[in-house]
């Protein structure tokens, strides 16, 4: 069984900081990419950040300069620093990761169950 497990959501004032956790765990291989999506209501999923093995990171566009993504390959934990937060951040957040177990010669895609971020004063 594998897993990723989120945390750290929860209510921010606008300009103020929030750290997301999610941490892997279970029958895993391999970790290649890990990142952050999030969903707000009545729209579309979207790529937040993403951050390669050897630490090669991209943004989305309405994130640059304010979220940073980072990773403890040790831990099997992915980050996300969220800094000067504004409304629009307001969001599910899911954590994936795609993985290689013990079981399967291949690669699958994973997702934690999410967190919510709201950002309101």
């Known amino acids: 069984q594998v897993q990723l497990v989120e945390s750290g959501g929860g209510l921010v004032q606008p300009g103020g900081s929030l750290r997301l956790s999610c941490a892997a765990s279970g029958t895993i291989f391999s970790i290649n990419a890990m990142g952050w999506y999030r969903q707000a209501p009545g729209k579309e999923r979207e790529l937040v950040a993403r951050?390669?093995?050897?630490?090669?990171?991209n943004y989305a566009d309405s994130v640059k300069g304010r979220f940073t993504i980072s990773r403890d390959n040790g831990k099997k934990t992915v980050y996300l620093q969220m800094n000067s937060a504004k409304p629009e951040d307001t969001a599910v957040y899911c954590c994936?990761?795609?993985?290689?177990?013990?079981?399967?010669?291949?690669?699958?895609?994973?997702w934690g169950q999410g967190t919510q971020v709201t950002v309101s004063s």
């Open positions: 951050i390669t093995t050897d630490g090669s990171t």
């Open positions: 994936h990761a795609r993985m290689k177990t013990v079981w399967r010669p291949y690669e699958d895609d994973y």
